[in-house]
Nanobody, 119 residues
Framework: VQLQASGGGLVRAGGSLKVSCATSETIFSVKYMAWYRQAPGKQRELVAGIGDGSRTNYADSVKGRFSISRNSAKNRVYLQMNSLKPEDTAVYYC??????????????WGKGTQVTVSS
């Protein structure tokens, strides 16, 4: 199973972008989907996640500006980013955790999509 992220790009500060991520095939059971980001010279950090019952969690730095959602039927996860700031510039990675079958755990990462916010 592979993840394909898309939707990154260049935007001015204050603008919006929506990134999406899809699995290459249907996953037996998805428990948690998340977006991480990594800026140059910094560690990868959790941006937002969505789990069972559509419960969400966000990094403090993006609360109120970013929104994560999922289409469970299509194994897709989205990240709507509003009021973007230059410090949001990073490569954004999607992550999916679950089971590929009733016995095999899954923890996969996409290759990332670049988001650049100009001042």
């Amino acid at each position: 199973v592979q993840l394909q992220a898309s939707g990154g790009g260049l935007v001015r500060a204050g603008g919006s972008l929506k990134v999406s991520c899809a699995t290459s095939e249907t996953i037996f059971s998805v428990k948690y989907m998340a977006w991480y980001r990594q800026a140059p010279g910094k560690q990868r950090e959790l941006v937002a996640g969505i789990g069972d019952g559509s419960r969400t969690n966000y990094a403090d730095s993006v609360k109120g500006r970013f929104s994560i959602s999922r289409n469970s039927a299509k194994n897709r996860v989205y990240l709507q980013m509003n009021s973007l700031k230059p410090e949001d510039t990073a490569v954004y990675y999607c992550n999916v955790q679950g089971y590929s079958d009733p016995w095999t755990e899954l923890d996969i990462w996409g290759k990332g999509t670049q988001v650049t916010v100009s001042s």
